[in-house]
């Protein structure tokens, strides 16, 4: 299967950037699209095609894709940005399709 | 209301069949490709399976392929997920998820709250 390796965590101090990052074997030739769960929750979409944001999510969020690595950016983080990140990639190779990464826990200081 | 909502959870035995399903609205179902997608108690997302807009094309997880069938009928704005030969470690949260477009290769944009598989003996 295609893997993809995040962080299990990261954290940031509030009004700091944080920097989630997705690796992948030449991950830069595929669409990365990051979602965003809190606890008990369904996971919400948040930034779709390496750098796309859905309508209504924060300019805050941000992505970018090259070579082996995707990278989800949140400016000025706050306490509410607190929760798992997901990132996904459809890969056709060998039938292997919605993979996601195993998730990365953001936790605000 | 823009939503999907999944139905169908249940406690049963290794070796059982279940059917979910997910009630889409407020949108043309017909017009997206849909998604399964678990979470095991405690741990991360796994993508389970797709179809196209059509119906015409299903995807399926290598964990899953042979047991389980993915299908919809688009008149009644519903997708299913057939679960045969259920085993201890299909237990999960099962999410619909609506993708961007007809075709699968894309994010999905709303999600369901999710339903409760319970595979034990």
């Known amino acids: 299967s295609y893997v993809l390796t995040q962080p299990p965590s990261v954290s940031v101090a509030p009004g700091r950037t944080a920097r989630i990052t997705c690796g992948g074997n030449n991950i830069g030739s595929k669409s990365v699209h990051w979602y965003q769960q809190m606890p008990g929750q369904a996971p919400v979409l948040v930034v779709y095609d390496d750098s796309d944001r859905p309508s209504g999510v924060p300019e805050r969020f941000s992505g970018s894709n090259s070579g082996n690595t995707a990278t989800l950016t949140i400016s000025r983080v706050e306490d509410g940005d607190e929760a798992d990140y997901y990132c996904q990639v459809w890969d056709s190779s060998n039938d292997h399709w919605g993979e996601f990464g195993g998730g990365t826990k953001l936790t605000v200081l | 209301e823009v939503q999907l909502l999944e139905s169908g959870g249940d406690l049963l035995q290794p070796g059982g069949s279940l059917r979910l399903s997910c009630a889409g609205s407020g949108f043309t179902f017909s017009r997206f490709a849909m998604s399964w997608v678990r979470q095991a108690p405690g741990k991360g997302l796994e993508w389970v399976s797709a179809?196209?807009?059509?119906?015409?094309?299903?995807y399926y997880a290598d964990s899953v392929k042979g047991r389980f069938t993915i299908s919809r009928d688009s008149s009644k704005n519903t997708l299913f997920l057939q679960m045969n030969s259920l085993r201890v470690e299909d237990t999960a949260i099962y999410f619909c998820a609506k993708g961007v477009g007809a075709m699968v290769r894309g994010a999905s944009d709303l999600w369901g709250r999710g339903t409760l598989v319970t595979v034990s003996s």
């Open positions: 179809i196209t807009s059509t119906g015409g094309s299903t």
